[in-house]
């Protein structure tokens, strides 16, 4: 009888840490059938997709959980301005499988890979720093992708989040054969202290959180190694003390005038001298790895070991490192090798006994939503971004009198609606942001 108790107390565990486990419970489950929208260059109405966004189904099992997802965001996709002619496709039901114990690998470390590396908890792809092109010596010029027409040596790798940034959407994403993902911090160009792009000011878009220095950035997503990725900011120290700042990368560029050398000394093929054509930061080889000793610096994969809101015993985390200026700082997010063992995959099927995962997300409450309303005064748009909603969310622009003049919603896994105000009058009018129990009002000013 204490046997069958005790496995029984053993089964009961595992159920209720699978339930709290958040590579089961933060992925953003699309419960109101949103669908995906796109811009295509020139047209700044955004085209409703017939494809279902963010993640359809979480299921898990003792050592397992698979996520299965369209690879399409909430967010608005497109346009992809540097002559790209894909769209954002449906990955039609991909099954990622991740492991819900993930382990430090001991022995040499895994290189990251082109392709899928992660996967964002809205169920886009998250790749690493490259985006298959590459510096050819013998002719000079920079070769791979599937347009070019030519292979690279595969010694002086292109950075994509430089070399390919008039290609990136305002969500700082872009498609590869259809293929969806972000290479880097996926925060809208908009947001940043320094805007790179001025993509979203045509094709206004958001991205999957909005960076908040005064407060832990969200979960965002789970490397191939099983371990979480998180935003920009998190605690100083790794105990989860000292407050809240800026998680850096310890990756710098290196101070050379010619490419004929990696960091560590290795004599390599010579890649073209460094200037206006290729400065510092167009080959990921420019880069070199610099220890340092507060917490608050990142170790050669881009993580640390730290206490973060979803695990207050600590676990080993992957940031999306920016600058002081909010632009994304190499690697991005993961690498450029992997901490942990990687055994996450994608699989045609689940072989296995599986618990769908179906608890409800939880109501929020407005007071502590972090609620932008941009420009104020306003004279063409106003804008009003939130950090990501788990439901949606209805935004009424009301006037003086108290009449409704607009309505729109920010949806599940999107961040932001913006209103035409080209019919509105000068004066004060109100936005008001409401769910099912609660809203919240702001005024503003329309100036034209």
């Known amino acids: 009888m204490k046997k069958i108790a005790l496995n029984t107390l053993l089964v009961f565990t595992s159920i209720m840490w699978s339930q709290t486990n958040p590579v089961i419970t933060s992925w953003l489950r699309n419960t109101t059938g949103i669908t995906g929208r796109h811009y295509v260059s020139g047209n700044p109405t955004p085209i409703n997709d017939a494809v279902l966004a963010n993640v359809q189904t979480i299921q898990y099992s003792n050592n397992w959980v698979y996520v299965t997802t369209n690879g399409i965001p909430a967010y ?28 430090q690998n001991t022995g040499t470390p895994t290189n990251t890979n082109g392709g899928n590396i992660g996967l964002f908890k809205n169920g886009v792809a998250l790749f690493d720093y490259r985006d298959g092109v590459s510096w050819k010596n013998s002719t000079s010029q920079v070769c791979g992708g599937p347009i070019m027409g030519c292979t690279g040596d595969g010694v002086w790798n292109r950075d994509a989040v430089y070399a390919e940034r008039v290609g990136f959407d305002c969500a700082k994403a872009h498609p590869a054969m259809g293929n969806y ?7 809208a160009f908009n947001l940043d202290l320094v805007q790179l792009s001025n993509i979203c000011a045509t094709y ?48 710098q560029l290196r101070n050379i005038t ?27 080889e420019d880069y070199e790895f610099v220890a340092h000793n507060t917490a608050d610096y990142l170790d050669e994969h881009n ?22 200026n909010h632009n994304s700082a190499y690697p991005y997010a993961v690498g450029p090798t992997f901490y942990g ?15 769908q995962y179906t608890l409800e997300n939880a109501d ?20 009003i971004q939130t950090d ?33 105000l080209s019919a509105i009058y000068n004066g004060t009018y109100f936005i008001k942001i409401a769910n099912n129990t609660t809203d919240k009002t702001v005024k503003i000013i329309v100036n034209k």
Do not use: M, W
């Open 364 to 383: 929020f409450n407005l007071s502590d939503l972090n609620i932008k309303v941009y420009p104020n005064p306003a004279q063409e748009f106003i804008a």
């Open 388 to 420: 990501i909603q788990e439901k949606d969310l209805e935004v009424t622009l009301i006037d003086a009198l108290g009449k409704q003049l607009q309505t729109q919603k920010i949806v599940q896994g999107s961040t932001l609606c913006i209103f035409d």
């Open 341 to 355: 063992n990687k055994t996450a995959s994608t699989v045609t099927s689940v072989s296995e006994t599986t618990t």
């Open 204 to 251: 206004p878009s958001d991205g999957l959180y909005v960076i908040n220095p005064n407060e832990h950035s969200p979960l965002i997503g789970f490397a191939y190694d099983g371990f979480p990725i998180y935003g920009a900011y998190g605690y100083a120290n790794a105990d989860g003390t000292g407050g809240i700042v800026r998680i850096k990368s310890s990756y």
């Open 258 to 284: 010619v490419r004929t050398h990696y960091a560590n000394g290795t004599n390599v093929t010579d890649g073209p001298p460094v200037n206006s054509t290729y400065p510092l930061g167009y080959f990921r």
């Open 181 to 187: 993902h972000h290479h880097q911090n996926p925060s």
């Open 303 to 324: 993580g640390r070991f730290c206490v973060t809101p979803e695990y207050p015993n600590g676990i080993y985390c992957y940031f999306t490192t920016v600058d002081a």
């Open 76 to 103: 608005i996709t497109g346009p992809f301005l540097d002559g790209n002619p894909s769209l954002a496709t449906s990955r039609n039901g991909a099954i990622f499988r991740f492991p819900l114990n993930p382990t």
